[in-house]
């Protein structure tokens, strides 16, 4: 297990873990980008809280800018979105490991009825 | 992009009545996953598991029996906030689904509700993880294995 611990790591996670940020990245999914004041119309905050929580997300490369008129345009960056489905994929790492006590622990009930 | 469903089976070398045991009963849970399990199971109870040592920082987590045919199912919902019935929604809902094969057992685990619940449950099943395997919690919120499995992660789960 290598303990390349990177502070990354914890603030990627805080920052899918809110609800709003995590609506934002469907949208910008599913409209393939956007901007703060598109993302508004379709959320449930304002205009400004929608700037900060981009800015969130922009500082763990969630989302990439890039200038469009007077407002920046956001897309999601794909690769960091990766590694954080990446992060949800442990959870089948910790089943596997689960699954493994499981069959040990069985086998070696089976043995000693067998024995 | 879906990945709301774990899907993981394994051949075990046991009778499915032994793999049932051991999936379903409290005392067998608390070998392989919680430090503490209490429920009974029968669909419709509510229990809880318990993570951590007496004395520290436990995380009780609520667990929900929904069907029980032995040796065939086991399933259960668990996440769901504390003072909630566990539901779609608001809750993770595991099922062990056993078949015979040759001298042993099929097993073959599911657990869904990821896309339902979105992040939140993703971040507290890690969580989980670093008690069960008794690391400390803020070493463990590193996920170690992303080099490992960024390559997989796009069409890992279907």
């Known amino acids: 297990m290598s303990k390349t611990t990177t502070a990354v790591d914890d603030d990627l996670w805080s920052a899918i873990g809110d609800p709003i940020r995590r609506q934002m990245l469907d949208r910008l999914l599913a409209d393939g980008g956007g901007t703060a004041t598109s993302l508004s119309e379709h959320l449930p905050v ?17 989302v990439r800018a890039s200038a469009e008129g007077r407002e ?3 897309r999601v960056d794909d690769i960091q979105m990766a590694r954080a489905v990446a992060q949800l994929n442990s959870v089948g790492t910790a089943w596997d490991a689960r699954l493994q006590r499981i069959k040990k622990i069985a086998e070696s009930i089976q043995r000693s009825q067998n024995g | 992009m ?3 469903t774990i899907e993981r089976e394994i051949y075990v070398d046991a009778s499915p009545e032994i793999v049932f045991e051991v999936v379903s009963s409290p005392g067998h849970l608390e070998q392989w996953w919680p430090d503490e399990a209490h429920y009974e199971p029968v669909p419709g109870r509510t229990g809880n598991i318990v993570f951590g040592q007496p004395g520290t920082d436990r995380t009780v987590v609520p667990l929900t029996v929904i069907d029980t045919q032995p040796p065939r199912t086991f399933s259960f919902r668990w996440t ?9 929604g608001n809750s993770l809902l595991v099922t062990f689904d056993l078949r015979p094969s040759g001298s042993g057992t099929l097993l073959k685990m599911t ?3 990821f896309r339902e619940m979105g ?22 919120r590193i996920a170690p294995y992303v080099a490992r499995l960024t390559s997989s992660a796009v069409t890992a789960e279907p």
């Open chain 1, 46 to 62: 304002t205009r400004q809280a929608i700037a900060k929580h981009l800015a969130v997300l922009d500082r763990v490369d969630l």
């Open chain 1, 72 to 74: 920046k345009r956001y």
């Open chain 2, 2 to 4: 879906e990945f709301g």
């Open chain 2, 80 to 88: 769901q906030p504390l003072d909630e019935t566990a539901v779609v």
């Open chain 2, 111 to 113: 657990e869904s509700g």
């Open chain 2, 119 to 140: 992040w939140d449950a993703a971040l507290l099943e890690q969580q989980y993880n670093e008690h069960s395997s008794g690391w400390d919690f803020y070493l463990l």
